[in-house]
């Protein structure tokens, strides 16, 4: 991946587009081999130009593949592509509204398919198609989407207690059991992890 991450970021998941986008290159490729070996003796060589040339295509099209990938991480979702020239487009985990998948039978079997992602931005709707896995692919934006609201969330609630006083040991006018119910809602609600609320707590006793 070509693309710089931002600090604190990490990569999730990468993936391609399924090994099946190859097919015609593979197939007129092994077609232009056997015509070449086959008239090979009477045209003195020159017909191998064809499955020289459907080779390179070949190549090429491989390379393209490998350099064609849809990453996830922690804070977005990262669609790079290009082999000499790289175009990247990046979607905001906060700015995604929804994620859904499709497959036809015969993509069900073989495991690709097509992923829709709807976005706040300008863009609306980004498809991409003939996604290896594409469950998977879905599975984790939604996952890493709850991940980073959990964490947004907590984030929040610890600038809220510590501008409450509640980290830097500070009593309100209610006193310490105050001060202690506060932190027992906190808990309570998953915003501060069981370890959280001892020390804090600790804190508060020992003022």
Do not use: C
């Amino acid at each position: 991946m070509k693309t710089s991450l931002k600090e604190g970021e990490e990569v999730i998941l990468i993936t391609r587009k399924h090994m099946l986008v190859l097919w015609l290159p593979i197939v007129v490729s092994a077609f232009s081999l056997v015509i070449g070996i086959l008239l090979f003796p009477f045209t003195a060589g020159f017909i191998l130009i064809l499955p020289l040339l459907s080779m390179v295509w070949l190549g090429y099209r491989i390379i393209e593949r490998n350099h064609t990938i849809w990453a996830v991480t922690n804070l977005r979702i990262i669609d790079e592509e290009g082999l000499f020239s790289v175009e990247t487009k990046e979607s905001p985990l906060d700015k995604i509204n929804n994620v859904s998948y499709s497959a036809t039978l015969f993509g069900r079997v073989l495991g690709y398919g097509d992923v829709e992602i709807q976005t706040a931005a300008e863009t609306g709707a980004t498809l991409y198609e003939m996604v290896e896995n594409p469950r998977l692919l879905k599975d984790t934006i939604t996952q890493m989407q709850e991940d980073y609201k959990s964490l947004q969330s907590r984030r929040q609630a610890k600038e809220m207690a510590e501008s409450l006083g509640v980290h830097l040991g500070k009593v309100s006018s209610g006193g310490i059991g105050t001060e202690l119910e506060k932190l027992a809602e906190l808990r309570t609600k998953g915003i501060l992890s069981e370890e959280e609320f001892h020390a804090a707590k600790s804190k508060l006793l020992n003022e």
